[in-house]
């Protein structure tokens, strides 16, 4: 892997929507934190090139791979990088909500920066593909229409400024107005002191030598451009920069303008979005009873399970890496179950009956990847069908999948129903169809290994 260079971008025809104080690393590292490494991977590196007035964008590439414009790739190609950088956006937007749904001012900045960087101004011209993978060129960006400067409007804009009379006129008024010597009466003029002669001698010692230095710098073209990294070592250099006197007027006034449209971009981040609304506790659904005061109701994940039978069924979830949720043990050593915790278990061991019939997990702070939704029949009465129904709250979303689970504790097999596998990182599928008829469910409950 090496950094190749995948396109240049004019800065007169973009204008930045990032704040220029958030460094691209800075950036970078906040993608790769909040939505992964791949995410972090889609966004090229900008570099300026000096006395050209635009970017260059650079990204880890090998040698020999195919890079490809967007509007410019086979059609399955890019309907692969479109949907996955139509997945990523999906996912900053809901990062961006959740930031900004805490309310202070930090995060609304990181939020704005991460939903930003995704942003180009448009995706035919400006995303890149090597294999499925986008390259975004020239990411928080949008079009914008500059007019350069003229040179004449160089020379008023860096013109020495008229020195301010007020004080001279106020002090005018003050001792009323002046009245006009006589001839006779002007005084003449002094001579010259030897100190005026003697400053003038200096002043043109300077300059001799100034211009010696030039003359001895000049023959090798070893001349540095201050504030720059360029130098010329050619006769060629030399004589292409005296040619161009305004090119270092012109890199400055660029320059200011891009300091002053990043300082008006700060200064209206902060009213740019209207804050997102606090999320808010999801209600039960319809016709389900209330839950009592203990039950997390405010978390943005949950699962619910409601029957209406004296049975003990048990609502179980399979996490990414393996680990279990279960009312047999949950597993604090296994990350991938984040911070799920049942704090509801209905009709335990059918010792008695509870109401509401209910069983709930819930998460504040969940990793993405694919959890399995379980209903067990852990006791019943009865080889008969008991009917249930499932609940899953995600991030504002909700699905409702209604089931049946059967146990036989004569014949010791039954059916598991596996309810739904979701992802939190994404929209909520349909429910699984049919449950899966493989009797005993085997859940860890002494010295349980990660696989």
Known sequence: ?????????????????????RSFVYIRALIEQHLGADAAAMLTEPQVVPREGRHQWLAEAAIDASVVRLDQAPPDQAAAARRTLAEVRWRARSIWESLNATGTEQNRQRALAILRAFEVPQDDEYVWLIGERPLLVGWGHKKANVVPLEPTALALTYRRPVPDIAPLAGAITESGPLLPLPPERLAPRPSTSLWTWLATFLWLLFIALALAVGGLLLPACSIHVPGTQWSWSSPAGCVAHAQNPLADLIAQNRALEEALRSQQMALRARDFCAPASRLQPVPPAAKLPALPPNVDISAPVQVRLDWDTDDDLDLIIKCPAGGWISPLRQHPWEESCGDGRR????????????????EHISW???Q???YRVVVWPARTGSGKPIPFRVTLTSHGQTQTCPGEVVWDDAKGEGYVAYVIDFDPSRPLPACNVNSTAEGHLQVCTGDCGKN
Not at 1 to 21: C, H
Not at 343 to 358: F, G, I, Q, S
């Open 364 to 366: 504040h702070d969940i």
């Open 1 to 21: 892997m090496t950094r190749r260079l995948i396109d240049f971008t004019e800065d007169s025809s973009l204008r930045q929507t990032i704040p220029a104080a």
């Open 368 to 370: 993405p990847g694919s």
């Open 343 to 358: 704090d509801l278990d209905a009709n335990y061991k059918m010792r008695k009956r509870d109401y509401p019939t209910t």
